[in-house]
């Protein structure tokens, strides 16, 4: 089958539902100049978008989507090349051939954009109203009164809790699903007539992902703006946008309105997508197995400033409050909850990397609460840490040679260079990367490859136990599905034990033997995954359960 069949330049259904044709991309090509080269990161991409309607650009990471958007914006980098014959038609206006000064008044005003992380598109020194009042005075003459008014009621528009007060906030004073809202406001502010929400969701706690959509959508249909979504994770697809278009390799494979495209996948790269959700589950733990980790009242709080810088008020925020925690050899242990429910900070004090004010943890039968850093050094090895991030965790000035030996190195682990070298490729190897890859650096990597290279990383030192923050959250679902079905894999070659944190339920069903649900630093309910998640005893439970596997308000 060729490809023009699957993908021809115009819609299926261009035409036929009456609705105004607002933006029409045809031919769209970018190449960026790289070291040594040219990377064609868009082949010819075409799209149309309808007045009040979403169409989703689907894609994996490096699948060219947030190219795409961006060349609609006008937001490439200098490096970045928009080729001859590339043609973006909004509301009838040649978007590139328009002059940097048209541009910027298009943008905000006509399409605007909702980056995929909120904490780096806010500006950390500016309070939220004034990066309101920013965008409104950019484009509308008005007071500072009437702006700040204006601000407010776009915070209440995009429902943040006491907006008045949030106004005076800076960002890293909002939790992430505020922030992701507040880039919504300021995304609306000028009723623009195109949204592109890129990853709007990414980071976000599954309930806040249901709650964000549905924002997205009411704000849609009441004011009839046109929606582009680009998304990797087809839940969402389904059930927000009424088109799609399936992007691979810097050019669109398949497009259909949704429900066809779901009910009969056509390319072969939309059926792997369609087949990448996490599924499976854990395979079961036989026998009996000794404990390698143990919590017992496990505390810990932190003492937070309240008031003015002259009449200050402490109080302590108890993060984990006397929480119990038993895990087996062989075990996948899930950690679910909100943000802020205090997860990360069980994980990190049961592995010592913060200090607990209370309660005794022990690992392989040997306490360790009262173990300071030096203590803790021999125990190191053998429990690794895989963080959310994996850009932030490697150090991108050292090679993945050097990221990966040294601990190698620190630990005393391997006879000499040579055999170091050789453990290095071999984790690479397990992790499911090339060894060929030891003098380049984390920054030519995807995201995957990335959290690939962290997990060689920590089973580099053959430990006993590893503590997995949300290392899959920030990836694409066939991404996931292949770091899930490694970690399996690791874990049944090499005996590991996992405490796994999540938001994502449905990688948890199909990681975790055991899942303890927590909230608020306490646990609400725990139990076997199978059980918890199929017949939740608490009503928060049940709501992240309806929110992962049904996308419900």
């Known amino acids: 089958m060729t490809h023009d069949t699957l993908a021809p330049s115009e819609r299926h259904d261009l035409g036929t539902h009456g609705r105004e044709l607002i933006l029409d991309a045809r031919n769209v090509a970018v190449d960026f100049k790289v070291e040594g080269g040219t990377v064609h990161a868009v082949r010819d991409v075409s ?3 309808h007045k ?18 961006r060349t609609v914006m006008r937001l490439l980098t200098k490096r970045a090349t928009i080729l001859p014959g590339t043609k973006i038609t909004l509301k009838g206006q040649d978007i590139v051939a328009m002059s940097d000064r048209e541009m910027r008044k298009l943008r905000g005003n006509d399409v605007a954009m909702i980056f995929q992380e909120p904490m780096s598109s806010l500006n950390p020194v500016y309070t939220i109203g004034q990066q309101l009042c ?16 204006r601000a407010r009621e776009l915070l209440e528009e995009v429902q943040i809790p006491e907006p008045a007060a949030r ?44 709650q964000i959509l549905h924002l997205i959508k009411d704000l849609k249909d009441r004011y009839g703006m046109a929606v582009i979504l680009i998304t990797h994770d087809l839940t969402i697809v389904r059930q927000f946008s009424e088109y799609v278009y399936v992007m691979q390799n810097g050019a669109v494979q398949e497009h259909n309105e949704t429900e066809a495209l779901f009910a009969n996948p056509r390319h072969a790269y939309t059926r792997h997508l369609l087949a990448s959700e996490p599924k499976g589950v854990a395979n079961p733990l036989v026998g009996e197995h000794d404990t390698v980790l143990e919590g017992r009242d496990v505390r810990v709080s932190f003492t937070l400033k309240r008031g ?10 108890v993060a984990v409050d006397n929480l119990d925690i038993k895990l087996q050899r062989h075990e996948t242990l899930g950690l679910v909850g909100e943000s802020g429910s205090g997860k990360t900070t069980f994980g990190q004090a049961l592995i010592r990397l913060i200090g607990n004010q209370g309660g005794e943890i022990f690992f392989d039968g040997q306490p360790i609460h009262g173990f300071d850093r030096k203590a803790m050094r021999p125990l190191r090895s053998r429990m690794q840490v895989v963080f959310q991030d994996p850009f932030a965790s490697l150090n991108p000035r050292m090679s993945i040679r050097q990221i990966i030996e040294e601990g190698l190195i620190v630990n005393g682990i391997g006879a000499n260079t040579k055999d170091r070298v050789n453990r290095v490729r071999q984790a690479l190897v397990d992790a499911g990367m090339p060894d060929t890859i030891l003098n380049r650096f984390p920054h030519e990597f995807s995201g995957g490859q990335r959290q690939r290279i962290a997990i060689a990383r920590a089973i580099a030192l053959e430990p006993e136990f590893i503590l997995l923050d949300e290392p899959t959250s920030a990836l694409d679902l066939s991404v996931q599905a292949q770091i899930i079905a490694l970690l399996r894999k690791l874990q049944d070659e090499k005996g590991l034990s996992y405490v796994f944190i999540s938001h994502d339920l449905k990688v948890v069903r199909a990681l975790c033997h055991r899942v303890m649900v927590m909230q608020f630093g306490k646990i609400v309910e725990e139990g076997p995954v199978s059980e918890v998640l199929t017949n939740p005893k608490t009503e928060y439970t049940a709501r992240l359960v309806r929110a992962a596997f049904e996308i419900a308000a």
Do not use: C, W
């Open 47 to 49: 799209f149309q978008l």
């Open 52 to 69: 009040g309607e979403t169409i989703a650009l689907v894609g994996e990471s490096g699948s060219g989507k947030s190219v795409t958007a």
């Open 134 to 149: 920013e965008i409104l005075h950019l484009h509308n003459k008005m007071s500072r009164k009437e702006a700040m008014d």
């Open 167 to 210: 106004l005076k906030q800076y960002p890293h004073q909002l939790s992430g699903g505020q922030r992701q809202r507040v880039m919504i406001a300021m995304a609306l502010a000028n009723r623009p007539e195109v949204l592109i929400a890129d990853e709007p969701t990414t980071a976000l706690d599954v309930t806040v992902q249901a």
């Open 308 to 317: 003015g810088f002259f009449k200050p008020d402490y109080f302590d925020l």
